[in-house]
């Protein structure tokens, strides 16, 4: 949970933000808490909304469900107006479930996993949305580009058991089967696991050229850092988890090369640049979601100030009138799953500790 904060007048709006503020994905999270703590102070320099301000109450999920579950709960009891979070996809799942029993907004800024907005869906919730694309989405994005740049070569598909990393490396695969290849090894690691040895040794031995990793930047780091160590020079391809400078803080220079999917990066558009420099001199870092962060809190006032009041049913009307919200990542507009319409995934690549989009 956040710490003590200062004096907050008692009519201020309270958005519960949930992510991984501790715990294995905790560089993701800084990136989230970075986001939406600027986008407040942004937004309540210009008077924030319905003439109150937006006050944050942080929420460590830790990146497990069991205790985004209980996270979930606490904001419910909180009497949150909505809640911007959580991160990861098999914490998102189960804690949509306790917002939606509550009836109150949630706006994830990075679970891709389809299941999300599916199953809010297919249970006629309406408190669930993101900011960010989804893994069908980006899964056929990148086994396409995987078939054209990689024609001919071997291919395996690595993920590491979570709703999101087998969620994309498995829409990945479709991608691929669907144009005709099949990949010669599909294998699987668990998070927190660090010799990659006996699944390198495999990987040699079915001579691969393209490793694609459905999974998050740690065991993404060290998975190329061995395999180079061990001789094995395949490309690795992965998902948004591995587009976080913690990356090249595990991986090092057997990261060159590394490509990855996600959604455009608006650092340069006219529309962030403020945000940007904001950013940059608390010295926080506006790539991977953080600016997704900060659209997120933006979507959560609009519909506040849409509807005019807090209440949820209205809130989620507003936002689900085909109106696009402007934000720092570009106009967003929603379908009436909760997902962003339109959404589009760019090939990025490790070179030298920074990554770069790449259009070949």
């Known amino acids: 949970m956040g710490g003590p904060g200062p004096a907050w007048a008692a009519d201020d709006i309270v ?21 939406v703590e600027v986008a407040a102070q942004d937004i309540n320099a210009r008077g924030g909304v319905l003439g109150r301000r937006i006050r944050l109450e942080f929420a460590d999920d830790a990146s497990d469900p ?29 804690a949509s479930a306790v917002y939606a029993e509550a009836n109150l907004v949630m706006v994830s ?37 995987i078939a054209r740049r990689f024609a001919g070569k071997r291919i ?13 490396a498995d829409e990945t695969r479709k991608a691929l089967n ?3 290849i099949t990949e010669v090894a599909y294998d699987s690691v668990t998070v927190g696991e660090k010799d990659f040895s006996a699944l390198i040794t495999a990987l040699k031995g079915a001579r691969v050229d393209v490793i694609y990793y459905g999974g998050l930047y740690t065991e993404a780091g060290l998975i190329v850092r061995q395999a180079k160590d061990q001789g094995l020079k395949a490309t690795l391809v992965a998902g948004d988890g591995a587009l976080n400078p913690a990356f090249w803080e595990v991986a090092g220079a057997s990261g060159e090369g590394t490509l990855m999917t996600f959604a455009a ?26 600016l997704y962060s900060y659209a997120a809190l933006e979507v959560i006032v609009a519909a506040i ?8 049913d209205a809130m989620t009307k507003a936002l689900r009138d ?28 490790w070179s030298n500790g920074r990554y770069k989009a790449i259009t070949e």
Do not use: C
């Open 66 to 94: 069991k205790q985004g579950v209980a996270v979930a709960g606490r904001l419910v009891g909180r009497k949150v107006a909505a809640v911007l979070g959580h991160m990861n996809s098999g914490v998102s799942i189960p």
């Open 109 to 145: 800024p990075a679970a891709t996993n389809p299941a999300l907005t599916d199953r809010a869906a297919a249970k006629g919730w309406t408190t669930v949305f993101r900011t960010i694309g989804r893994d069908d989405a980006q899964g056929t994005f990148a086994g396409r580009y």
């Open 178 to 180: 669907g144009q005709g």
């Open 156 to 168: 395996a598909i690595v993920h590491d058991k979570t709703a999101f990393g087998k969620g994309i």
């Open 15 to 35: 958005v519960g933000v949930a992510g991984p503020f501790s715990g294995p994905n905790a560089a993701q999270g800084e990136e989230m808490r970075h986001g």
């Open 265 to 290: 990066d608006p650092q340069a558009s006219p529309t962030a640049a403020a945000a940007v420099e904001r950013l940059k001199a608390r010295g926080a870092n506006p790539g991977g979601y953080t």
């Open 305 to 312: 100030a849409r509807a005019g009041s807090l209440k949820t």
């Open 322 to 349: 085909g109106r696009p919200v402007d934000t720092v990542a570009g106009p967003i507009a929603f379908d009436h799953k909760g997902d962003v319409k339109d959404a589009q995934f760019v090939m990025f690549a």
